[in-house]
Nanobody, 122 residues
Framework: QVQLVESGGGLVQAGGSLRLSCAASGRTFGTYCMGWFRQAPGKEREFVAAMSWSGSSTYYTDSVKGRFTISRVNAKNTVYLQMNSLKPEDTAVYYC???????????????WGQGTQVTVSS
């Protein structure tokens, strides 16, 4: 069982930056990949970024590549999503998730955080 607790969401102006945190606890030894997803009203959950638990591999959806960075601090079992050059279309509820395999599909993730709202104003 893995518990994921997110923080860092909020309101930011377009062009600004925000860093989301996801603290992982419990039995994380079986985790291979950490991912970030987002869901806007009326839309399905969308893959944003993923990282191997070791931090050696990362992958981003095209819409955020070059602006967002996924990283981790293993000593604290914390995964971050640094979001720069934010756009209004980035507005969504953001979720962190843990998977036993490297995947961009939401149904491939076993554990999910509670979600944190990110709102980017014009």
């Amino acid at each position: 069982q893995v518990q994921l607790v997110e923080s860092g969401g909020g309101l930011v102006q377009a062009g600004g930056s925000l860093r989301l945190s996801c603290a992982a606890s419990g039995r994380t030894f079986g985790t291979y990949c950490m991912g970030w997803f987002r869901q806007a009203p009326g839309k399905e959950r969308e893959f944003v970024a993923a990282m191997s638990w070791s931090g050696s591999s990362t992958y981003y959806t095209d819409s955020v590549k070059g602006r967002f960075t996924i990283s981790r601090v293993n000593a604290k079992n914390t995964v971050y999503l640094q979001m720069n050059s934010l756009k209004p279309e980035d507005t969504a509820v953001y979720y962190c998730a843990a998977s036993s395999a490297f995947t961009t599909s939401s149904n491939g993730y076993d554990y999910w955080g509670q979600g944190t709202q990110v709102t980017v104003s014009s």
